[in-house]
């Protein structure tokens, strides 16, 4: 195999953290590529995503071999060589469903526009919000729903409404071929196992922050 | 050591996918209380969790000992304990600041209460959205942040702000007396090292369905 040149996802099963520490790799190898650095280090990234070096080369074997030794990563390879891992070479057009505070807040979150992520859709159940604009984008009523997913090739959803209403909004983003689900609100949904679903609880963050000004002392 | 009875927090560093994967486990334990569940196993839990038993033992493990060797653990036993661990034994009152969409959504976030967490005071730099109420909460004027962080002994904030006033905000809070920041801003923060801080980018949850998208075939 020559070096650094393909990607091959191995049968392996990836865990999830490394698909998470991959994504915060790509981040700052794209500040350092900013910074016009050519190569890097295992350590260099390490440092940057708060990890061991011997964690980011056991993330990358994962993937092949990479870099070169007694050199380094070039920069602009190895980011290239993630964001393909992560499918970011391919455009992932997504639907929200819940145009309330939190709906509203994704669909101008600063954040996925810097990764390439584009909303383009947002639905609601209640007319109150149909109309309503996100920047570029205008509030539909469910009605809509097939006609975007099918016309924008969308495969990622984005669910914001109240805990009660997550489960129908989930079948029926389903049905409406939606393949990925992020799921905002604090209800566990339950899908088809072919669809990948992604719970996303805020409280979990906060979780972490009480443990370790928890365990700055003997917990008795 | 009276099996089960005591929670040590070892010297050893914890990894910070455990913690996150204890608050999941004490979700699912949670969950099996209300249904009146007493005993239960690594197996259960790791299926609640969606990991192996092994992993629900090695994470168990760095606390102490828990269960009975062919009896389990008790449901309502762990559970406490690993609430104990995770610090949820304690109220840990936040303040928030950004009264925008997502610092409206977030001290309005159901998932927050279920919880036990509980939201102050939220303020803004801002005169426009002072006054304003969420729930029993006013958004009141920065000037107020070092009272209500005294009286209410406040030791966690929670950053709502465009990614440009990020840093500044995460200074006035260290300075008020924060010890703990939850950063939503997709701006990374430069604080002391002994403040914890932990970034919550959506786009990083957005990117593991991409990769599970994408590798459902080769990537070339």
Redesign the interface.
Known sequence: MVRGT????KTTK?P??T??R???YS?FLEHLRKHDTVTTSSGTIAEGAGVTPAQVRKDLAYFGEFGTRGVGYNVEELCGHIR?????N?K?P?VLVGA???G???A?????N??G?HIVGVFDVDPDPVGNRFGSIKVLPMEYLDEVIEKEQV??GIITV??VAAQDVGERLVEAGI????NFS?HVINLPVDI?V?H????????????????RR???
């Open positions: 393909r990607v091959i996802v990836i999830e953290a698909i998470m991959l994504a915060v981040r393909r891992i992560l499918g970011l391919k992932w997504s309330g505070k939190l509203s807040a994704l101008l979150y600063e954040g996925f810097i990764r992520f495969q990622i109240p805990a393949k990925a689900i992020l604090p990948i992604r996303v609880d805020f409280s979990l963050h906060l979780e972490v922050l009480t443990f370790n000004l928890n365990s003997t917990i008795k």
